[in-house]
């Protein structure tokens, strides 16, 4: 069976590993660019799984997937490729703060509402512990702000170079038998004919490329923010639109804290990331188009990201911006992310798309929804 996969972020990267694992499928990617350059190449690849406030249905079924296939992934593509993937599994520390109205809050702010959550993963199997002040100024002593009042602590949340990964999977997946084209736009969808009133679906059976016409069985389309105008032109809506993001990779010369423990701490939806020796990302913001479909990068809100970041870890006033960039997260508008399934009236069309924040996260169990819909007896 051949299978066509449209974009090669870490999404479609990892539906192709995933899927050439499956026998029987002859697999192909195309990519207007080489792999993970749009919001892929742009992400932090924080993982918030367990920390997540998703506890039932897709939601939480879909992180809790991820995070398990995580932790056999990793070193499964590193022993196939012999490449190092950057992989923190020291956790994630969320800070708290009492005051829901200072800067620091951090979503679900009550207490008590954490301790709920605590026992709910507990019940499923995961850990969170939650740090009085006393706990996170030991563990964490880089932290410091007067109205911090202590952190609830994932141990088994990960984060990971989402570009290293894309690229060890797109590797992993040619030694697999994958044929990957990069540089090589997916220009048209094939129009296919009038579907006959018997028919409940219409089924698609080739695609248009700057390099010629391709034919395949399935068509998957992950292709993030190029997504809606492909769909666009079988007179379909998959409305996906642009939220920018910027982050700084800053260099302090020593490290913050514990050298032995150097989990990402976040702060009101700022994160601290370690990525190794005394380098830090910091990010990210999060900017909404105001005119169509165009987000020029605010300075002003970089900077108070910056500033965040020094509130609560002051050493960070110090640390040298090494460099900032930013990337465009693809969010469906009006529905919620991400938008997995065949496309409605189309038998073999199936959308892996509009993962918005949560792209790297979400990749592993997107990939077996895809396999389950394409090749449902080879499922794990
Ligand atoms: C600053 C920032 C920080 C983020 N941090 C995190 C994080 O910590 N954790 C997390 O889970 N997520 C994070 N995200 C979100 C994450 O980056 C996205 O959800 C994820 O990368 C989406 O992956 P994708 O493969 O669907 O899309 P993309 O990476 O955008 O890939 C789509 C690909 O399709 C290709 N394409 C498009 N149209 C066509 C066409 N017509 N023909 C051929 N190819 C085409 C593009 O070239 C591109 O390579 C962050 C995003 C940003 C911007």
Redesign the pocket.
């Known amino acids: 069976m051949n299978v066509v996969i ?7 990267a990892m539906i192709a590993y995933e899927l050439s694992q499956v026998p029987g499928l002859n697999i192909t990617v ?4 080489s ?6 190449g ?6 918030m799984g367990v920390i997540s406030q998703k506890v039932k249905g897709t939601a939480w079924q879909m992180r809790q997937t991820s995070i398990q296939r995580y932790g056999t992934l990793i070193p499964e593509i590193e022993a196939i490729t012999g490449r190092k993937i950057p992989f923190n599994r020291q956790g994630i520390v969320l800070l708290l703060s009492e005051d829901t109205e200072h800067p620091l809050a951090s979503g679900v702010e009550v207490l008590s509402e954490w301790e709920q959550l605590r026992e709910i993963r507990q019940s499923q199997g995961w850990k969170l512990e939650i740090w009085d002040i006393e706990q996170l100024r030991k563990f964490c002593p880089q932290i410091d702000h007067p109205k911090i009042t202590g952190a609830v602590y994932s141990p088994q949340d990960y984060q990971l170079n ?1 570009t290293a990964l894309t690229l060890a999977l797109v590797d992993a997946a040619q030694r697999k038998g994958v044929n990957f084209n990069f540089n090589v ?3 048209g969808i094939g129009i296919p004919p009038e579907k006959t009133e018997f028919e409940d679906y219409q089924k698609c059976n080739f695609i248009e490329t700057t390099t010629g016409k391709v034919t395949a069985d399935w068509f998957i389309v ?5 997504s809606t105008s ?1 769909i666009a032109q079988l007179d379909q809506m998959v409305d996906i639109r642009p939220v920018l ?3 700084l990779y800053l260099s302090l010369g020593h490290i913050l804290g514990n050298p032995d423990f150097q989990p990402v701490i976040t702060g009101n939806d700022v ?1 601290i990331v370690p990525v190794g020796g005394r380098d830090y990302w910091v ?2 913001t999060v900017e909404f188009p105001t005119n169509g479909n165009d987000i020029p990068p605010s300075k002003e809100l970089l900077e108070s990201l910056r500033q965040q970041a020094i509130a609560f870890c002051p050493e960070l006033a110090k640390a040298s911006v090494i460099r900032t960039w ?5 969010r469906p508008e009006g529905r919620p992310a991400p938008i997995i399934g065949k496309l409605p009236g189309f038998s073999n069309i199936v959308l892996a ?1 509009g ?8 990749a592993p169990a997107t990939s077996q929804a895809i396999q389950q819909i394409i090749s449902p007896q080879d499922s794990r």
Request: with cysteine; charged share 10%; net charge positive.
């Open positions: 449209i974009g090669c972020g870490v999404v479609g195309f990519d207007r660019k792999p993970a350059q749009a919001s892929t742009a992400a932090l690849g924080v993982l989402p736009s997916v220009t992950s292709a993030g923010l190029g492909l993001g910027q982050a994160h990010g990210a930013s990337g465009l997260r693809p798309t993962h918005y924040r949560n792209g790297v996260l979400l």
